[in-house]
């Protein structure tokens, strides 16, 4: 029983390299949702249906046609990728970077989701009463949008958070599973239950994983009851 409780280096490694993935893609991914969320909840532009079906792809593609995708992108030899490595000599694929790009793509949508339901939600009469008294769009925005909305947006903040702490197809496809560089505890669950008497090392890092996502899940959702409650207040 005590060894379920004694983290190797390399399992340090795993977790810290998730949480850091985790992390910096919230915080990357945030304001672009918000962005994002406010103009589909707000604009009504020819062709809004086909934005958002392009945008929630990576919640039905395949995990590993969307690491494919950004490896065609991203790679060495991709239009952005070789740009990176030619010119500044930055390799992005099978790296950090990658990771975290992958951790982007796959839950963005979700936070995108989450703000546009949430900025919908704000009672647009509000918005119009400050434009009369001669507030501009972006102190609106600040002033009355944003706060009234955020809620969903903390929400969407946590579910990238805890998408991108589960995140396994694309990273492995596009970041590689390289220890203490791009293997993050999804990965390191991989690699230890392919080992014949690893069953200790892997439920540590279930037992860790499981704990992480719960308490995101627990959080996120109790976000959510304040934005049902205050929609029925």
Same mark, same amino acid.
């Given at each position: 029983?005590?060894?379920?409780?004694?983290?190797?280096?390399?399992?340090?490694?795993?977790?810290?390299?998730?949480?850091?993935?985790?992390?910096?893609?919230?915080?990357?991914?945030?304001?672009?949702?918000?962005?994002?969320?406010?103009?589909?909840?707000?604009?009504?532009?020819?062709?809004?249906?086909?934005?958002?079906?392009?945008?929630?792809?990576?919640?039905?593609?395949?995990?590993?046609?969307?690491?494919?995708?950004?490896?065609?992108?991203?790679?060495?030899?991709?239009?952005?990728?070789?740009?990176?490595?030619?010119?500044?000599?930055?390799?992005?694929?099978?790296?950090?970077? $990658? #990771?975290?790009?992958?951790?982007?793509?796959?839950?963005?949508?979700?936070?995108?989701?989450?703000?546009?339901?949430?900025?919908?939600?704000?009672?647009?009469?509000?918005?119009?009463?400050?434009?009369?008294?001669?507030?501009?769009?972006?102190?609106?925005?600040?002033?009355?949008?944003?706060?009234?909305?955020?809620?969903?947006?903390?929400?969407?903040?946590?579910?990238?958070?805890?998408?991108?702490?589960?995140?396994?197809?694309?990273?492995?496809?596009?970041?590689?599973?390289?220890?203490?560089?791009?293997?993050?505890?999804?990965?390191?669950?991989?690699?230890?239950?392919?080992?014949?008497?690893?069953? $200790? #090392?892997?439920?540590?890092?279930?037992?860790?994983?499981?704990?992480?996502?719960?308490?995101?899940?627990?959080?996120?959702?109790?976000?959510?009851?304040?934005?049902?409650?205050?929609?029925? #207040?």
């Amino acid at each position: 029983m005590s060894e379920l409780f004694k983290y190797t280096a390399s399992e340090w490694s795993a977790i810290q390299l998730s949480l850091s993935v985790a992390l910096i893609c919230s915080v990357i991914t945030l304001p672009l949702a918000i962005g994002i969320g406010w103009f589909l909840a707000r604009k009504k532009v020819y062709g809004k249906s086909i934005i958002e079906g392009v945008l929630h792809l990576p919640l039905v593609l395949p995990p590993i046609t969307t690491g494919y995708l950004l490896l065609f992108v991203f790679g060495n030899r991709g239009f952005i990728g070789s740009f990176f490595y030619e010119k500044l000599g930055i390799q992005i694929a099978f790296s950090f970077y $990658a #990771a975290v790009i992958a951790a982007i793509f796959v839950s963005f949508p979700l936070v995108t989701r989450s703000v546009r339901l949430s900025i919908e939600l704000v009672d647009q009469k509000l918005e119009e009463a400050a434009r009369t008294l001669g507030a501009s769009n972006m102190r609106v925005f600040f002033t009355i949008t944003l706060p009234l909305a955020l809620p969903g947006v903390i929400s969407g903040f946590i579910l990238s958070f805890a998408r991108s702490l589960g995140e396994f197809g694309a990273t492995i496809s596009f970041a590689g599973n390289i220890e203490g560089k791009t293997q993050t505890l999804p990965l390191a669950i991989f690699s230890e239950m392919q080992v014949p008497g690893q069953e $200790a #090392a892997t439920m540590r890092l279930v037992f860790v994983s499981v704990v992480l996502s719960l308490f995101a899940m627990i959080a996120a959702e109790f976000l959510n009851k304040r934005i049902i409650k205050r929609k029925t #207040a």
